[in-house]
């Protein structure tokens, strides 16, 4: 299919969390950011379907080369984050006796309590999209797909009407050995370029194709 550029509206349609930044006994998503690769991996998951085997060691350039999809990070602006939620998990249990998790867990780095910062439901977005278009491959005019942690977060991809500027994940743009100058440093993963042209951001996410 040709491949496009297509502005993006997303709206998170269900809570959800990802470990981003530290907060006190737990973690905290940042609210306004939803990454480039997430949003990549859930478009396959929906439209190509989840890989048939896992690799060993996480490869992302490898397992981005198998999406025929680039984008830019979807980001909000004043998005509400919920109160934190406490949560519970057997670390012995599933992850093992291994002498790492072992380790781990006796540094503290491991909790079995732990508490979740999840972003709300009604969060917008606004991004960019590079390579076949998903909407008229489906013939709809919106997908949903699943983001965060298990998948919980549903969120609703629109087609924008454009005009908006978009930011680049420098870190990803690592992957595919193009250097873009980060604005900012939200985690090591999510290194936003500052604002440009949706002009000028497909053109670079087409060279993250080849």
């Known amino acids: 299919m040709e491949c496009q550029a297509i502005p993006l509206h997303a709206e998170m349609l269900t809570p ?3 470990h981003g930044r530290y907060a006190m006994d737990g973690s905290a998503s940042d609210p306004d ?14 439209l190509l379907g989840a890989p ?3 690799k060993a060691r996480p490869d992302y350039r ?7 999809w680039r984008a ?8 509400a984050l919920l109160p934190p939620l406490r949560r519970s998990v057997d670390m012995e249990r599933e992850g093992g006796r291994s002498v790492s ?3 781990n867990m006796n540094k503290g780095h491991y909790k079995n309590i732990f508490f979740t910062h999840s972003i709300a439901a ?6 960019l999209l590079v390579g076949p278009d998903p909407f008229a491959w489906t013939d709809s005019g919106s997908l949903i797909v699943r983001v965060g942690v298990g998948r919980a977060g549903m969120l609703r991809l629109a087609r924008d009407d454009g005009g908006k500027e978009v930011r680049l994940n420098a870190a990803t743009g690592l992957l595919f050995n193009r250097s873009l100058t980060e604005q900012e440093r939200r985690l090591d993963t999510i290194r936003p370029t500052a604002p440009m042209s949706v002009e000028k951001a497909a053109e670079e996410l087409r ?3 080849n």
Request: glycine share 8%; with cysteine; proline share 2%.
């Open 62 to 68: 490898a397992d981005l080369m198998d999406i025929p």
């Open 16 to 18: 959800c969390y990802y």
């Open 72 to 79: 830019s990070l979807l980001m909000g602006q004043g998005n």
């Open 52 to 54: 048939a085997t896992l």
């Open 207 to 209: 060279q993250w194709l």
């Open 33 to 46: 950011v939803i990454t480039d690769t997430a949003l990549l991996f859930a478009l396959r998951a929906t």
């Open 122 to 127: 009604g969060a917008t977005y606004r991004g």
């Open 101 to 103: 998790v072992q380790s």
